[in-house]
């Protein structure tokens, strides 16, 4: 009788500890388990029961307004900036392709291989913009976490491929990026990308409208989970540092629009920061460019102790060579075999020699506008899981855009970021064909009304449903 009334004592000062999160003893091994239990165990449960069980999607605000045509310069800008990528594989194509043959003491590539390959790729992008622009959006919500566990299994299948050795694993210098699949290859991190903007949406959606986007086991640890786990997929097994800033940058913009307080925004800053600050640690290579960024000798590119400035120096080489007005298509020096990753990565320079500062200065604009549109969308449209979803949107396109270009002018160390809808590959511009298309489908559901962001009532509880916004506007109609 004793020893079961200690036993329950020992039970009930163990959940005081849990739930008070004081008098742990951390000398004691056992206290360990309750940390675990408390910081691991449980956020991944409540994680999984979000994927199993997900949050119905609240699509409140679509019966209010009425249905009319798409927002057509969301079109016109993705096509021209599409056109001009188009226009810089023809250009530099054929002197890549003489590059690569050299390289490789092949005749494979041939003068039209990277133009014919991105033409191939713009139509398949064009005809996912337009077929996912006519999926019901209450299909794309209701599946959003079958496409995260689909995701999922694909990263961690490759990772599992790559440990193999099996062939359908493309992996360079220890890392699996991408499935190789005949002439096609896959990146399976931007589908994880897709899947993480569009759950989380749906969960961030529900919990905003029900007044629990603060709420910590509910919210917050589900969240954190999903978000961290998808991290150490993405920068620990495939070590791309660069795709795992960009799906912070998309969750922190969707936290943003759901009205996360600053609290708690600072305590999922310091979190992230924390675990890119030891992904960074870790790896040799990223240490090294951090150590070497803002210290290029560009004047001493043939000695040895230069060769990690080579490429940032050549790209501010193309970009300063360009000057006003550019050296003009075909002219190009860097796209011989100077600049790495010419007609990836690094084309943002190459259109800098090309078209100059006029032309980048227009690119960039073409870029704001395309932006511009998209917050549109998030601020003018009532559903709740829809600005979400508008608003991850534009965390993907703005940080893959500052990251690239703020790289290329040596702003910040390289990262492998690739500039949205320019750079050469498939895989990239057809997921941003594909988020674009969706935004293309809620611009028609938009109304004259800009509707104000989530606030949280202080005379509310956290489990008080608390609505979107009034709107600034009220007494004009919707279009």
């Known amino acids: 009788m004793q020893n079961s009334r200690n036993r329950n004592t020992a039970s009930h000062l163990r959940r005081q500890a849990y739930n008070s999160g004081n008098g742990i003893d951390y000398a004691n091994p056992s206290q360990w388990l309750i940390l675990a239990d408390k910081f691991v165990v449980r956020p991944v449960k409540d994680a999984w029961q979000v994927l199993k069980s997900p949050s119905k999607p609240d699509l409140s605000g679509f019966k209010q307004t009425r249905k009319h045509r798409p927002d057509y310069r969301i079109l016109a800008f993705t096509g021209l900036l599409m056109m001009i990528g188009l226009i810089i594989m023809y250009a530099i194509g054929p002197q890549r392709a003489n590059v690569l043959n050299n390289a490789y003491n092949t005749d494979y590539y041939t003068d039209n291989f990277f133009f014919i390959k991105q033409l191939t790729m713009l139509a398949l992008s064009l005809f996912v913009f337009f077929a996912i622009s006519l999926v019901p959006i209450e299909f794309i919500y209701k599946h959003a976490n079958e496409l995260l566990i689909l995701a999922y299994l694909s990263c961690l299948m490759l990772a599992i491929f790559g440990a193999l050795k099996l062939p359908i694993a493309q992996c360079d210098l220890g890392a699996c990026r991408w499935y ?58 495939q070590k791309d540092l660069g795709t795992a800033i960009s799906l912070i940058a998309i969750v922190a913009s969707q936290l943003v629009m759901a009205g996360l307080n600053n609290k708690n925004m600072l305590r999922f800053s310091a979190v992230i920061l924390a675990m890119v600050v030891g992904l960074i640690v870790v790896a040799p290579h990223r240490m090294a460019r951090i150590v070497t960024f803002g210290n290029e000798n560009c004047a001493a590119l043939s000695s040895p102790e230069s060769a990690g400035d080579y490429h940032i120096c050549h790209a501010k080489i193309a970009i300063g060579s360009g000057g006003l007005f550019g050296v003009g298509i075909g002219n190009s020096v860097q796209a011989t075999g100077y600049l790495p990753e010419a007609v990836n990565d690094s084309v943002f320079a190459i ?31 009532e559903n709740p899981t829809s600005r979400i979803l508008a608003a991850g949107v534009f965390g993907w396109l703005a940080v893959h855009v500052i990251m690239n270009v703020a790289a290329m002018i040596g702003l910040i160390p390289l990262t492998g970021i690739t500039l949205p809808l320019l750079s050469f590959g498939g895989t990239s511009m057809i997921f941003i064909s594909l988020i674009l298309g969706l935004i293309f489908s809620l611009s028609r559901w938009t109304s004259f009304r800009e509707f104000d962001d989530f606030k949280e009532d202080k005379n509310e509880n956290s489990g008080s449903r608390r609505r979107v916004g009034r709107s600034r506007y009220s007494s004009r109609g919707s279009f």
């Open 180 to 237: 190789s699949l005949g002439p096609i290859g896959f990146q399976p991190s931007e589908l994880l990308k897709v899947g993480i903007l569009l759950s989380l949406s749906t969960f961030l959606g529900a919990k905003a409208s029900a007044g629990k986007i603060n709420d910590y086991k509910e919210t917050l640890l589900p969240t954190g989970a999903l978000v961290i786990f998808a991290i150490i997929i993405i920068a620990g097994f």
């Open 351 to 381: 259109m800098g020699e090309t078209f100059g500062f006029v032309g980048l200065i227009t690119i960039l604009g073409l870029f704001f506008a395309l932006l511009i549109r998209v917050l549109r969308v998030a601020s003018h449209i």
